[in-house]
């Protein structure tokens, strides 16, 4: 599959352990801030998103946070697997609704 | 449902060849959006469309034109191809531009102009 990038940052978690992602964004405007997974070879998947009123939701193994103070988005995630291993993007929407802005990504590592 | 697809996977252009990349849905998705993925970068949004006949710029639309004659298919032209534009090329689509934020994304065309 392609290479989504060669220096993205990195994050190496032993399974069964839990993971914590984190993002930081520009635009306080931003009505929604939303999390995608890439795994090689393949395009972005939806895993949770989360609105600007908002300072958690939670989904199946999955946590979002927002933090507006400091501008900062964290993807927690529990008992992480071997499968979750891909790269993580953090975007937002616009109050426009028809654009979204992506992050570069982090690069998760799961060891067996 | 197939969902997005996209076509073809791979190609290698000349500079200044053209080409148009495929893209359809079989989820009567009404928005519909064309990104790039450079390595080590997120995506850029380069056209999207609302709806049939309707379509509008996004962050990096120079070089190629998109239409929308059809709720299912939202093709992407390149007329003169540089090395600037090669990248994994994204499609997307999406039930709900107002309240929903899920896009669902095809499998992605890798393209290299030499």
């Known amino acids: 599959g392609e290479s989504v990038g060669l220096h993205l940052p990195t994050l190496s978690v032993q399974e069964g352990d839990n993971s914590i992602i984190n993002c930081a964004y520009s635009?306080?405007?931003?009505?929604?801030f939303i999390w995608y997974k890439q795994e090689s070879g393949k395009g972005p998947q939806f895993i949770i998103d989360?609105?600007?009123?908002?300072d958690k939701r939670q989904g199946q193994r999955v946590t979002v946070l927002l933090n507006k103070t400091v501008k900062h988005l964290s993807l927690q995630i529990a008992a992480t697997q071997p499968g979750d291993s891909a790269v993580y993007f953090c975007a937002e929407r616009d109050t426009g609704g028809f654009k979204t802005i992506f992050g570069a990504g982090t690069r998760l590592f799961v060891k067996a | 449902n197939a969902g997005v697809t996209q076509t073809p996977k791979f190609r290698i252009l000349k500079i200044g060849q053209s080409m148009t990349l495929q893209c359809a849905q079989d989820?009567?998705?009404?928005?519909m959006y064309w990104y790039r993925q450079d390595p080590g970068m997120g995506l850029k949004l380069i056209y999207y469309s609302v709806g049939a006949g309707i379509t509008d710029k996004g962050e990096v639309p120079n070089g190629y034109n998109v239409s929308r004659s059809t709720t299912e298919d939202f093709p992407l032209r390149l007329e003169l191809a540089a090395p600037s534009q090669t990248s994994v090329y994204f499609c997307a689509s999406s039930p709900l531009a107002g309240g929903g934020n899920e896009q669902f994304f095809g499998p992605g065309t890798r393209l290299t102009v030499l």
């Open positions: 989820m009567n998705h009404n928005y």
């Open positions: 989360i609105r600007s009123n908002m």
């Open positions: 635009n306080s405007a931003s009505d929604y």
